[in-house]
């Protein structure tokens, strides 16, 4: 289902591109996808923007992570079967729903 | 993905041709456009997340202008390690070209004189003025030198410098700590809250003790606090004190300084006996910073901060003017700290790329804070918080069983770890706020 909402923002970003380039400014974005962007961007602050973090940064990046192991690296964190400095006390302020949200932005996100 | 990356850049390059033919594009202060969609005032991390992230967000399709008066950026995160002697000012300053270079923002050297919230106008110092559709401002604080007695004296000759806004006062801070004589006392002096980054004065007091225990260990620090009692992460930075730094560090809560004396080395205060220090690091009372005050955007709190719609920090005060970071009056459990004023300007950049696509912003957006204190060269210590918005209370509150600082057993493993982190999220924000 998200590949296919990624195709079709894909296309929209093609078509809105087109339509740039002819001097239409024209949004090449939906609303949802505006929000989960906005949503997500809260975790590029340590993980970098679109989850892309700096060369040789402690904190992983997350672009191109499959979204399976973010979700599972996330319940690791909430349950505490994963230790960590930070991320047990963060990872509790996400709802499941916004964890897959997030997950599957930053798994479809270029590394 | 690869498809992705390439019709970005595509777009980008597209913008850039665009932005040519407007005449916006180039470098800082070649060519200052009359009209911008969103105009943003200040380039600190509040001002500059939100130039770069309205361009990613909109697709680069919303032409942004960020007015930003100082060449470089230089971060008060970190700056304390300045002071410490473990970080030098290079490693703390930052350029502003990859905003321009790679995301299209046309940077304008110079200060804004004046904000005409009707006419959707802002005036710049230089003289000149360009209209906006939407206005940001995110000035960060002004110091009320006023409110101790003989500071803006002993400020203009250079005797007590605050170092509160990174960049020279840093270096004389550093430079005074190198003159004092061992033996000798660093006096710092905490407002009452809320002011910029709550843990920011004791983060401050342990690296200047990490400095005094290896290269003046006769000498003293005085923490005197305008508060009842630290004001974040007390009693780890309470631990770390007993445990590094035991005689060096003297705190003393309901501390309201009143005046000091630069030549005479003295700190009054409203209840308590005088003070003497050889080096004074006095922080007067805060206030939204000087463009927001003066425009009138200052409504709460006795005109010392800015009341916003947390939704989308459009101002109470002005239609279509957006209020970032430290200037703002804050929501429960909010901090003013960089990290959150990168946080807010994502929530602010979201909404104001909905609203001129005429779509209902996120009723639910987050922010996140995490505020991490070097206490040496190598050992951190951490508060983290996660914030959602309350639509029944418009405004934003921490998330029930979310965050919280630092582990009291400071296991060196573990605050080492934290030291790794600390250093990482330093090169994060930096990039995501500004490359």
Redesign the interface.
Known sequence: MLNKRIKIQLATILVAGLAAFAGVTASAQSKDELYVAGVSATCATCHGTQGRATNGSAVVTLAGMPAANIILQMKAFKDGTRPATVMHQLSKGYSDAQVAMIANYFAAQKK | ?????N?QR??IL??AA?LSLLGLAGCATTSMPSKAKVVIVGGGFGGATAA??IR????Y?IDVVLIEPNASFISCPVSNMVLGGHKSMADITSSYEHLSKKHGVTMVKDMVSKIDAAKKTVTLASGGSIAYDKLVVSPGIDLMMGSIEGLAAANASGQIVQAWKAGAETATLRKQLEAMPDGGTYAITIPVAPYRCPPGPYERASQIASYFKVAKPKSKILILDGNPDVTSKGPLFKKVWANQYKGMIEYRGDHKVTAVDAKTGTIKFEIQEDAKATVINALPNMRAGLIAVNSGLNNMANGRWCGVNYLTFESTAAKDVHVLGDSIQIAPGMPKSG?MA??QA??A??AI??QL?G??V?P?????N?CYSMVDAKNCI?V?????YVAAEKTFK??A????V?SIDLKPE?TM??G??A???A???W??TL?
Request: hydrophobic content about 40%; charged content about 15%; aromatic content about 6%.
């Open positions: 993905m690869t498809t992705t990356n019709l595509r777009q597209q913008s665009a770069k992230y990613l967000l909109s697709q399709k990290h990168n946080a994502k929530v950049a979201a790329v909905a696509n779509w209902e996120n639910n957006p987050m922010l996140t995490t951490h983290a918080s996660v914030h959602e921490t998330v069983g979310s965050g919280g630092s573990v770890l934290e790794a982190y250093e990482s999220w090169q994060n924000i990039a995501d490359a």
